[in-house]
């Protein structure tokens, strides 16, 4: 009984990463996006490794776990 739950509260927590993980590759897909416009040339390269990141993440977690575990 104890250890079924104990393995129900770690597969909330994994879902829990993969939800945040998953919005955190959108945010840094719009931030990258916005960013785009605004920064010089010179600083384009941290942006290359952020839409890598977040692309990343969202290859990873999954584009709509985050969408659908915290309702947005």
């Known amino acids: ?7 129900d509260q ?3 927590g994994i879902e829990f990463v993969m939800a945040f ?3 955190l590759g959108l945010f840094g897909l719009l931030f990258s996006a916005l960013a785009w416009q605004f920064t010089s040339q010179f600083n384009r390269g ?4 952020l839409i890598l990141v977040s692309l990343i993440l969202i290859g990873i977690c999954g584009l709509y776990t985050g969408v659908k ?4």
């Open 1 to 7: 009984m104890i250890l079924l739950e104990y393995f």
């Open 10 to 12: 770690v597969s909330d």
């Open 21 to 23: 993980g998953s919005l």
């Open 46 to 49: 941290t942006i290359y490794r």
């Open 69 to 72: 575990y915290f309702r947005i």
